[in-house]
């Protein structure tokens, strides 16, 4: 929920900092008097300038080793053929990322979930998302994460990212999720 109301600060910062005039509150309009700066486009004001985008501290996206760190600038998530767990080849360069990013952050232990599509039995599908998670925790393994900090489930096809029977909704469903379980400590 932080992230959000980050998210909308900056957004509000931005549109605040792109004002072309600021607005005057005083009984002057701010031309001519002694004390006035030159703004940006040469017209002057008795107010303070708001501060320029550039000289403000820039959020620099989420905090390095965090679980948004992980989403935004890694990928959380790879996906599978149907009826498959062998890890494709874009999946592998999201994990190649992913187990750079684990090396970097050695304190952190992940989990990798298992997620099948809603075709199936849900025995077949927990077994399949089994499979999965297990593909993704022997490829992170084959680059050098240690065994120790990944641990794996099956959800099968019981937690959909997008609900409906049609194709886009099972390919995006059919996927391994890398988990952040602690930061370290």
Not at 32 to 37: D, F, L, N, V
């Given at each position: 929920?932080?992230?959000?109301?980050?998210?909308?600060?900056?957004?509000?910062?931005?549109?605040?900092?792109?004002?072309?005039?600021?607005?005057?509150?005083?009984?002057?309009?701010?031309?001519?008097?002694?004390?006035?700066?030159a703004n940006k486009?040469?017209?002057?004001?008795?107010?303070?300038?708001?501060?320029?985008?550039?000289s403000m501290s820039?959020?620099?996206?989420?905090?390095?080793?965090?679980?948004?760190?992980?989403?935004?600038?890694?990928?959380?998530?790879?996906?599978?053929?149907?009826?498959?767990?062998?890890?494709?080849?874009?999946?592998?360069?999201v994990l190649n990322?992913?187990?750079?990013?684990?090396?970097?952050?050695?304190?952190?232990?992940?989990?990798?979930?298992?997620?099948?599509?809603?075709?199936?039995?849900?025995?077949?599908?927990?077994?399949?998302?089994?499979?999965?998670?297990?593909?993704?925790?022997?490829?992170?393994?084959?680059?050098?994460?240690?065994?120790?900090?990944?641990?794996?489930?099956?959800?099968?096809?019981?937690?959909?990212?997008?609900?409906?029977?049609?194709?886009?909704?099972?390919?995006?469903?059919?996927?391994?999720?890398?988990?952040?379980?602690?930061?370290?400590?």
């Amino acid at each position: 929920m932080s992230f959000k109301a980050l998210s909308l600060l900056v957004a509000t910062l931005f549109v605040a900092a792109c004002a072309t005039e600021p607005e005057n509150s005083g009984a002057t309009s701010g031309q001519g008097s002694s004390s006035s700066s030159a703004n940006k486009a040469g017209t002057t004001s008795s107010q303070p300038q708001p501060q320029s985008v550039s000289s403000m501290s820039k959020p620099s996206g989420p905090a390095p080793g965090s679980v948004e760190d992980l989403v935004v600038n890694v990928g959380d998530r790879v996906f599978f053929d149907f009826d498959k767990s062998s890890v494709r080849p874009d999946a592998a360069e999201v994990l190649n990322r992913q187990a750079a990013w684990l090396r970097k952050f050695p304190n952190h232990v992940v989990v990798i979930e298992g997620h099948c599509d809603e075709r199936g039995t849900r025995e077949y599908n927990l077994a399949l998302g089994d499979r999965r998670a297990n593909a993704v925790r022997e490829y992170l393994i084959s680059v050098g994460v240690s065994t120790n900090r990944i641990e794996t489930i099956s959800y099968g096809k019981e937690r959909p990212a997008v609900v409906g029977a049609t194709g886009s909704a099972w390919e995006q469903n059919r996927r391994g999720v890398t988990i952040v379980k602690n930061a370290g400590s």
